[in-house]
């Protein structure tokens, strides 16, 4: 499967945003699709994800009560709406996806083996 973000682009602090991400393929509903992100001079790390199936959903603790995650299975398109934002969330964005993903790795990036091409947020201050 292919993955494509879109979405970011400059926003100021307390502002929303939401990123896209559409997937070329078939079969899209039996993948579990994430959000990973990685700010200037930091670690990668994860934000958000959305099982196959039950369409349950993760987050990290940094990102709980502010970011949602949803997936349009007819789309082929999974979202991450994100409110509240402060500076600190800047970061290149990452759609990841990974097909009949066990629950106990949702948050673990090694276990994706599909990445989008990263799309950029900026949050200002």
């Known amino acids: 499967v292919q993955l494509q973000a879109s979405g970011g682009g400059l926003v100021q602090a307390g502002g929303s945003r939401r990123l896209s991400c559409i997937a070329s393929g078939r079969s899209f509903n039996i993948y579990t699709l994430a959000w990973f992100r990685q700010a200037p001079g930091k670690d990668r790390e994860f934000a958000a994800a959305?099982?196959?199936?039950?369409?349950?959903?993760y987050y990290s603790d940094s990102v709980k009560g502010r970011f949602t995650i949803s997936r349009d299975n007819a789309k082929n398109t999974v979202y991450l709406q994100m409110d509240s934002l402060q500076p600190e969330d800047t970061a290149v964005y990452y759609c990841?996806?990974?097909?009949?993903?066990?629950?106990?790795?949702?948050?673990?990036?090694?276990?994706?083996?599909?990445w989008g091409q990263g799309t950029l947020v900026t949050v200002s201050s």
């Open positions: 959305i099982r196959y199936g039950t369409s349950a959903t």
């Open positions: 990841v996806a990974a097909c009949f993903l066990h629950d106990d790795y949702y948050n673990t990036e090694r276990y994706y083996n599909f």
